[in-house]
């Protein structure tokens, strides 16, 4: 049967491929650059060069300092790819890059942000499979790990741009994506997988017959974030399943350099390309960067003044947590400042992630986020704006954030806001090359938000919460950051930041634990005051306590769960011994101690198990019945009994005393009369009369008394009273009294 006119012959392409493959073999061979040569100290090639086979034999052009694609030694489907994308010439980075890993060296590259990184790998990655002559019965050929969903998405649009021309399947795999079993059955017919580490893990543990034993590039973008600790678990089990041999290419604005982290991912001599290493500033050149001093409780009246004075613009703000951005994107929403607003963070469903970065891409409008925006995304139009409202965590932090602007060749500006207390990371930046330059806040200008926020709280009671949690994930932010030298919980002004975000009162700082009191004072600064306050103490409450929301976070996001502290993810239990093939990580604990009453004190026995409060107390005179109910019913029944009983012997013994009293006025009294009827002669009428009725009177007292004890008494205490009153009455001795009491006290203790 003849093939329809216009398409080739599928033998004819082969052979034409095959032919293509051994010129470029042979080319690549002839030319490379020496390994630890940098391409950029080559003369760039002239444009009317020859290129490929140069005459007879196996003399080939040379491609390093090669200054466009159309002179490397690639295929031509990738060319065309190229092209069609509107990619002719190349970056720095690039031209770096590709002499060395189109001959197969592993590579840790390193170049400015939106300096065109991506490329550089893509075109290795189609160019290593081409090559190969990788079809779909191959498998997987190549992995590209990236660590956020969006970043991936972003990379696997290029991947498909670029290798539109090629015949490779590739997939994305990302977390919070629901059709996870339709993957399942696909995933080991893909060439090509773009993924987070989280959902690759998870092929790896749950997909039947998942292999990745044919790898042959492996590329990890943001390679120092993904080598991280966040990271450390998953990536280590992800590697312990790819074979040694293979490519490895990894890519970064800010790159590791730490051996052992190389050893981790058994890197073959890699070419270290870092582009931009002699480069006066560490970020791009276009890029315009101030940083401003703004106290904590101005920083929302500077942002939304900011907003209000920029608003044909398109604004990427950085906060430092989910509930931070919630509350600023919710509260200012109904402040309506007169610009479109949106909102990106971990917590937030897969699709509306997308949808709003999708949008983001498109509009001018202000995009409230937390560090998932700040690493490789490359918004379509370009963000005219960075705003850090909150500090960075550190200088790489601070690089990747303002990254986000002043992409390729276009401009941007980026501006921080710095309390008074973390002037040092603006030295601290200065001196890894980031020029920024340090302005005074207008304030003549700034419009303050707290009071609408006040009122805004009131009338929508829901945004209270939010706010509250904002204060408190804020606080714990700067209290977990590893740079003391920077962040300062002490020095923070928590009362005015509470007020500045509408809160009518300052919320309790649980986590600080009691042994911190925050003191303000009028007119004075307020700080914390510390009691015997063990910084490490608390910073492990404070990171369990993040943890909990973390991992709340984690449920809907799975890659960015693994980007906290792993530390605990080492604890999992291995259940009955029996490891899924990768997972060296278990999910981790979700809640710490969710049924623990807020404020509650919780204590521990020897073993680790909680105990109610001051159990311990009762603990050790009680052994360990208080962990058990029956018996802990039985011990309060017995206590009881032994109290009545005590209280009975009590009441017994006063009232021998009292009688004992008694008894002895009543011999005085007897004396007294004795002598008073000898003077009676010597009275008036009237004084006999008042004699005679106080001795009455005392008489009276002295069973009123008894009585009136006997009203508190219960009815067996009763009795024996009326016994005691006939006892009286009876006129006994002390001497039989004493005995009686006795001999009461002993018949109520057999
Ligand atoms: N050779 C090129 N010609 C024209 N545009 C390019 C070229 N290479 C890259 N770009 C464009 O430059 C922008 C930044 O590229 P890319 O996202 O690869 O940067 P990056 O170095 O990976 O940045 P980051 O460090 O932020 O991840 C993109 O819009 C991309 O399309």
Redesign the pocket.
């Known amino acids: 049967m003849k093939k329809p006119k216009g398409k080739p012959d599928s033998k004819k392409v082969r052979i034409m491929e095959t032919e293509e493959i051994e010129l470029l073999n042979s080319w690549i061979d002839s030319q490379k650059p020496e390994s630890g040569s940098n391409p950029l100290s080559f003369p760039p090639l002239e444009k009317k060069e020859p290129i490929g086979r140069v005459g007879e034999g196996d003399n080939f052009s040379r491609y390093v300092g090669a200054a466009r694609?159309d002179q490397l030694p690639i295929s031509k489907r990738t060319k065309t790819g190229?092209k069609a994308?509107?990619?002719?010439?190349?970056?720095e980075?690039?031209r770096a890059s590709l002499p060395h890993s189109l001959c197969w060296r592993d590579i840790l590259g390193a170049?400015?942000?939106?300096?065109?990184?991506?490329?550089?790998f893509v075109i290795t990655v189609l160019e290593k499979l081409y090559r190969e002559r990788w079809g779909p019965e191959d498998g997987v050929g190549s992995i590209i790990i990236s660590p956020t969903r969006e970043?991936a998405h972003?990379l696997f649009d290029?991947l498909k741009a670029v290798g539109k021309q090629h015949n490779f399947s590739a997939g994305l795999l990302i977390g919070g994506r629901k059709d996870l079993d339709t993957e399942k059955e696909r995933v080991n017919e893909l060439n090509i997988l773009v993924c987070t580490p989280g959902r690759l893990l998870q092929h790896m543990d749950e997909t039947p017959n998942f292999d990745c034993s044919q790898l042959q590039v492996l590329v990890l973008?943001?390679a120092d974030r993904i080598l991280d600790v966040g990271f450390k678990k998953a990536l280590n089990a992800i590697v312990s399943q790819l074979p040694k041999h293979r490519q490895t290419l990894l890519?970064?604005?800010t790159q590791t350099k730490s051996v052992q982290d190389l050893a981790r991912l058994s890197l073959k001599d890699p070419e270290y390309l870092s582009v931009h290493e002699e480069s006066v500033t560490a970020t791009p050149n276009h890029l315009q960067q101030t940083a401003m001093i703004v106290p904590l409780d101005q920083k929302l009246d500077m942002l939304w003044s900011f907003i209000k004075a920029h608003l044909n613009s398109k604004i990427l703000v950085f906060l430092s947590s989910c509930k931070q951005v919630k509350f600023v994107f919710e509260a200012f929403k109904k402040l309506r400042p007169g610009i479109p607003l949106k909102c990106l963070h971990g917590r937030m469903k897969q699709e509306r992630r997308m949808g709003i970065y999708s949008q983001f891409c498109e509009k001018r409008s202000v995009l409230f986020s937390t560090d998932v925006a700040s690493?490789?995304?490359?918004f379509?139009k370009a963000v005219d704006w960075v705003v850090q409202v909150d500090c960075p965590e550190d200088v790489a932090s601070y690089i990747?954030r303002v990254?986000?602007t002043a992409?390729?060749?276009s401009g941007g500006r980026s501006v921080l806001f710095l309390m008074p207390s973390e002037m040092k990371m603006l030295e601290k930046l200065q001196a890894s090359k980031v020029p920024v330059q340090c302005i005074k806040a207008n304030t003549k200008r700034l419009q303050p938000v707290s009071g609408l926020l006040s009122a805004l709280l009131v009338k929508h009671p829901e945004m209270q919460q939010l706010a509250q949690r904002s204060f408190i994930t804020y606080l714990r932010s700067i209290h977990i950051q590893k740079d003391k030298e920077v962040f300062d919980v002490m020095k923070l002004s928590i009362d005015e930041f509470s007020a500045s975000l509408g809160l009518p009162m300052t919320p309790k700082v649980r986590f600080l634990n009691q042994k911190v009191k925050w003191k303000t004072g009028p007119g004075k600064p307020s700080f914390l005051e510390t009691e015997n306050f063990d910084k490490e103490d608390a910073s492990v409450i404070l990171k369990e306590e993040l943890l909990t929301d973390d991992f709340e976070e984690e449920k809907v996001d799975r890659d960015l769960l693994q980007t906290k502290d792993t530390e605990e993810e080492g604890k999992a239990t291995i259940m009955d011994g029996v490891m899924p093939a990768t997972r060296v990580l278990k999910k981790k604990k979700l809640k710490i101690n969710v049924h623990r009453p807020v404020g509650s004190r919780v204590v521990f026995d020897e073993e680790g198990n909680t105990l109610p409060p001051l159990a311990m107390l009762a603990d050790a005179k009680s052994g360990n019945i208080l962990l058990d109910q029956d018996q802990k019913k039985e011990y309060y029944k017995k206590l009881r009994e032994e109290l009545k009983h005590a209280d009975k012997e009590d009441k017994l013994l006063d009232r021998q005393r009292r009688r004992e009293k008694r008894v002895k006025e009543k011999m005085k009294r007897k004396k007294g009369d004795a002598e008073d009827e000898e003077d009676d002669d010597n009275l008036s009428g009237s004084d006999e009369e008042t004699l005679d009725q106080g001795r009455r009177k005392r008489s009276k007292i002295y069973f009123d008394n008894d009585s009136d004890n006997d009203t508190d008494n219960d009815n067996g205490d009763r009795k024996e009273n009326r016994d005691d009153k006939n006892s009286n009455t009876d006129s006994i001795s002390l001497g039989e009294q004493e005995a009686l009491a006795l001999k009461l006290l002993n018949s109520m203790h057999s």
Do not use: C, P, W
């Open positions: 694609f190229l994308a509107g990619y002719v010439k190349m970056t980075i690039q170049a400015k942000t939106g300096s065109g990184k991506t490329l550089a970043l972003q290029v973008d943001e890519f970064s604005a690493r490789g995304l490359d379509n990747h990254g986000r992409r390729y060749t």
